[in-house]
């Protein structure tokens, strides 16, 4: 079965410091990639999406992420963290006929120390 | 703008209560979903409906069923509440597989059961 694996449950950065949020998925045929942020008492607001077009994906706020085929990766960065990165960030794949399904990962939140 | 209105943000029902939660759209949107949240465990699908009175079973559709009697509105009902049911629910719509666009997601309800 397909899956997404986010490593790390929680990831604590200081302010100012690069923020690296880590996706794997399982899968031999390419996905569609997405990353979302739940800021508290929210729901998911996307951040970027990987669509095969190019590589290095540019989202909100900053953040950008690089598909790695052969490391079947999708790691979310960002130069420099600001307070208000503080959030839960969720990887999610779809694959082409899965009818617009995602298949989450399990989550990682990002603390941002002062 | 996109908006996925969700009817309760918070919401506290006791065991063996039939339970409602609606979900409203206003984009068009074919595909519609409910998701339960837990800490760790990422977002689980409960159903999905991808038209009008059509509906699928996701990971998690055990003491839940669903209606989509309008385009725009989708329903999770909980039979017969328990406990274990206590969790944070999302609903999402998206496009049908028009280049696997992004899930848009409402601001959740918060359901406690006692």
């Known amino acids: 079965a397909q899956s997404v694996t986010q490593l790390g449950s929680h990831v604590s950065v200081s302010e100012g410091a690069l923020v690296l949020l880590r996706c794997n998925y399982s899968s031999s045929v390419p996905p569609y990639l997405f990353w979302y942020v739940q800021y508290p008492n929210q729901g998911l607001q996307l951040l970027l999406k990987?669509?095969?077009?190019?590589?290095l994906v540019k989202g909100i706020n900053g953040f950008e992420a690089e598909f790695k085929k052969s490391e079947t990766s999708f790691h979310l960065t960002k130069p420099s963290a600001h307070m208000s990165d503080a959030a839960e960030y969720f990887c999610?794949?779809?694959?082409?006929?899965?009818?617009?399904?995602?298949?989450f990962g399990q989550g990682t939140t990002l603390q941002v120390k002062p | 703008d996109v908006k996925v209105t969700q009817s309760s943000r918070y919401l506290v029902k006791r065991t063996g209560e039939k339970v409602f939660l609606e979900c409203v759209q206003d984009?068009?949107?074919?595909?519609m979903f409910w998701y339960r949240q837990d800490p760790g465990l990422g977002l689980r699908l409960i159903y999905f409906s991808y038209d009008v009175k059509m509906k699928e079973k996701g990971d998690i559709p055990e003491g839940y069923s669903v209606s989509r009697e309008k385009k725009e509105r989708f329903s999770l009902i909980l039979e017969s509440a328990s406990t274990n049911q206590t969790s944070m629910y999302l609903c999402?719509?998206?496009?049908?597989?028009?280049?696997?666009?992004?899930?848009?997601f409402g601001d959740g309800t918060r359901l406690s059961i006692l």
């Open positions: 990987y669509t095969s077009a190019a590589t």
């Open positions: 999610a794949v779809s694959y082409s006929g899965n009818t617009g399904k995602l298949i």
């Open positions: 984009m068009d949107h074919e595909n």
């Open positions: 999402a719509s998206s496009f049908r597989d028009r280049d696997h666009q992004p899930q848009h």
